[in-house]
C-alpha cells in the first residue's frame, strides 16, 4: 500500500488520470444514486390505499396483494373467492374475512414498489393487528406484491407476537431498494410461523427463480411444461396456486413447519409432486 502511494504522489500524470478517469466522473453517478435512493425512501401518505373495510369480528383473515402494474382482478380477487367456497369445509365455526388488496399507483412503478409495498403492508398490518378477536392470518403476495405481505407479517408480528401468521410468496421479486439484490430470497418468510413459495425456475425476474431461505419453496415450472399451458414464468405461479387452492392441495388453516416437515425439506427447492 505504501509503494502504491509513493507512486501517486511521485507521479502527476497518475494523479491526473485518477481523478479525470475515475474520481470526477464517478460523482455524478453517486450523487444520482443516493438522489434517487432518498426519493424512494422519502415519507409519503398511503392512506388512499391503506384505507381498508376490516370486519371487527374477523377470527380469521385472508390477504393478497398483486404484482407489480397488476391488479386484484387478474388472480387476486379470484383467489378470494376460492378462500370464501372452501371456508365453510374447513372452519364453519369461526368469524373469517377475506381482503383482495389493490394498491396502484404505487404498485405501477418497478423503481420503487418494493419500498412503497412494504411501508405499505407495514401500515396494514398495524390496522389489522387492532382486530380484537383476530387469531390466525394467511398473507398471500406475487413479485413485488411480496413486499406487501412481508411489510404485514412484520407489522403483526412486532404487535401481536402470539398471532398465527401463514405467508405465501408467488414467484416473488427478490431486489429491494434498487440495491439489496436477494433482500426477498433472504428475508420472505422470516416472520412467519409458516411459510410457503411457488416459483417458476424460467422466469427471469431476479429472485423469483430460487428456493427462499425461510419455508418451503415449490417448483412448478413442469407442471407449466408438462401440461402445455401458454402462460408467461412470472405469471404461472398465481394461476397454479388457485387451481391448486380449489383442489385443497395447498396448506392453508392454521398449519406449521411440522405439518410439511414429513414429506419436504425447508430452505430448498422442492419439486411440486401432487397431481394439479
Request: aromatic share 14%.
Amino acid at each position: 500500500m505504501n509503494k502504491i502511494l509513493q507512486f501517486y504522489g511521485k507521479y502527476w500524470l497518475v494523479r491526473c488520470i485518477w481523478w479525470l478517469g475515475i474520481v470526477i466522473p464517478s460523482i455524478p453517478f453517486i450523487l444520482v444514486s443516493l438522489g434517487l435512493l432518498l426519493l424512494m425512501h422519502w415519507p409519503k401518505n398511503y392512506q388512499d390505499v391503506v384505507n381498508i373495510d376490516v370486519n371487527l369480528d374477523a377470527e380469521y383473515l385472508t390477504f393478497s396483494a398483486h404484482g407489480v402494474k397488476d391488479s386484484a382482478a387478474s388472480w387476486s380477487d379470484e383467489l378470494q373467492l376460492v378462500y370464501e367456497q372452501i371456508q365453510p369445509l374447513t372452519s364453519s365455526d369461526i368469524h373469517t374475512q377475506h381482503i383482495s388488496f389493490g394498491w396502484q399507483p404505487y404498485s405501477d412503478s418497478v423503481f420503487n414498489c418494493s419500498v412503497d409495498g412494504k411501508k405499505i403492508g407495514y401500515a396494514v398490518g398495524e390496522k389489522v393487528a387492532q382486530l380484537p378477536n383476530l387469531n390466525a392470518v394467511h398473507l398471500v403476495g406475487h413479485s413485488c406484491g411480496s413486499f406487501v405481505i412481508y411489510g404485514m407479517c412484520t407489522a403483526l408480528k412486532e404487535i401481536r407476537p402470539a398471532m398465527r401468521v401463514h405467508t405465501t410468496y408467488l414467484d416473488p421479486v427478490s431486489v429491494y431498494s434498487g440495491v439489496f439484490w436477494d433482500y426477498g430470497i433472504e428475508y420472505f418468510g422470516s416472520c412467519a410461523d409458516f411459510s410457503d413459495a411457488y416459483i417458476d425456475t424460467q422466469d427471469t425476474v431476479p429472485g423469483s427463480n430460487q428456493a427462499l431461505h425461510h419455508g418451503v419453496t415449490f417448483d412448478v415450472t413442469q407442471t407449466r411444461i408438462s401440461n402445455h399451458l401458454d402462460f408467461a414464468p412470472h405469471a404461472w405461479p398465481t394461476l397454479f396456486y388457485v387451481n391448486a387452492l380449489k383442489k385443497q392441495q395447498v396448506p392453508i388453516h392454521y398449519n406449521s413447519f411440522d405439518v410439511m416437515g414429513v414429506t419436504y425439506q425447508k430452505n430448498t427447492l422442492n419439486k411440486w409432486t401432487l397431481s394439479y
